[in-house]
């Protein structure tokens, strides 16, 4: 296989990965204006329902767009580094960054470092020009240079797809869509869907008002969950887009492969990361082992995945893929798509 293969690989992982991400926030935003809509007309309040809906979420947006950044990083007790004089223990991670932002064109994201002796990094901000790149010292610390170079191509590809204000935007809707069900939880328990009915059945229309109530309370039970497993499914397709898409800034994807391995494996428990933080780690930061992991809301796609994904890309570039790798990516049986023959 020649090596000018590689890159319509990538771009071809890059296309689907998008497309399917945009479909999986078409179907988080129906859900919500379904579960709105149906509660306004259980409620009275009709099409008020779908707007308000709209409303709780273009609140949330505002906030989360302006402060969210912050609050990540405040609650992951991250230290900002002073780029024009950075501490030497920084300075190849401050290099490195450097490095990424002109592979991919942008601007200098704000740097900073958490301490803990856990290898991870994440991205977060609303934009390229309000982004900011977190690592762990346990990253700086047992990653070799090529590791740390696939790590930080991932976080710069996230900021470069806008992958940081795209999984904000769905954070929104899916917690819009947990507080409308909430609220309508709580509504129908203190009486209020039961007046509500009443009304109802004194003008005629009791039949079809108890019905949709009825529906109205099924989505308000289901509907969180079910937009809740679409947004991992999102931070899933945008993990495999950062994979990807970083090996066309580093050209180097073992690097990656590597460092995703040897983050895996690592024993040591992130203590700052939580489940509202975890989908924004380049590994998912909750170990199988701890009492808090599910596998059932998995943020991320399995380590064996994406290192077959590299693994094919590595090969078209020529590339010898250790067999470490290889025998850790042959746990994954789905075919990865090729080039066209």
């Known amino acids: 296989m020649s090596a000018t293969a590689a890159p319509t690989t990538f771009y071809r992982e890059i296309a689907r990965n998008r497309r399917e991400s945009v479909l999986l926030v078409l179907v988080v935003a129906i859900?919500?204006?379904v579960l709105g809509g149906a509660i306004g007309y259980a409620t009275g309040f009709g099409w008020g329902g779908i707007v308000l809906a709209l409303l709780v979420a273009g609140v949330m947006s505002i906030g989360s767009y302006f402060g969210g950044d912050k609050l990540v990083l405040v609650s992951s007790g991250a230290q900002q580094v002073d780029l024009a004089n950075p501490p030497d223990r920084y300075q190849q991670l401050v290099n490195v960054v450097t490095e990424m932002r002109l592979a991919a064109g942008l601007p200098m994201p704000k740097v900073y470092v958490v301490d803990d002796t856990a290898p991870n990094a994440f991205a977060t901000g609303r934009d390229?020009?309000?982004a900011s790149i977190t690592a762990t010292t346990g990253l700086l610390a047992k990653l070799d240079r090529e590791q740390l170079q696939g790590v930080i191509g991932h976080e710069m590809?996230?900021?470069?797809?806008?992958d940081i204000r795209f999984t904000l935007l769905v954070g929104v809707l899916v917690g819009a869509i947990a507080l409308l069900a909430d609220w309508f939880l709580r509504f129908t328990f203190w009486g209020g869907g039961r007046r509500n009915d009443s009304d109802n059945d004194r003008s005629g229309g009791g039949g079809a008002a108890a019905l949709i109530f009825v529906i109205a309370i099924v989505l308000a039970i289901i509907a969180p969950m079910i937009s809740r497993f679409v947004q991992l499914a999102v931070s899933r397709r945008r993990e495999e887009l950062a994979d990807v898409s970083g090996v066309e800034l580093t050209r180097n994807p073992l690097g990656l492969a590597r460092a995703l391995r040897a983050i895996s494996d690592d024993p040591d428990v992130l203590e700052v990361a939580n489940r509202a933080t975890q989908h924004l780690y380049i590994v998912n930061p909750i170990k199988s082992f701890e009492e808090r992991a599910s596998s059932m809301f998995d943020t991320h796609p399995p380590i064996a995945e994406r290192i077959r994904v590299l693994a094919r890309i590595a090969g078209q570039y020529g590339q010898a893929v250790p067999d470490s790798l290889l025998a850790?990516?042959?746990?994954?049986q789905p075919a990865v798509p090729g080039p066209p023959g």
Not at 157 to 162: C, D, G, T
Request: proline share 6%.
């Open 328 to 332: 850790a990516s042959a746990a994954v």
């Open 157 to 162: 590809s996230h900021v470069r797809n806008y």
């Open 31 to 33: 859900v919500l204006g």
């Open 128 to 130: 390229p020009q309000h």
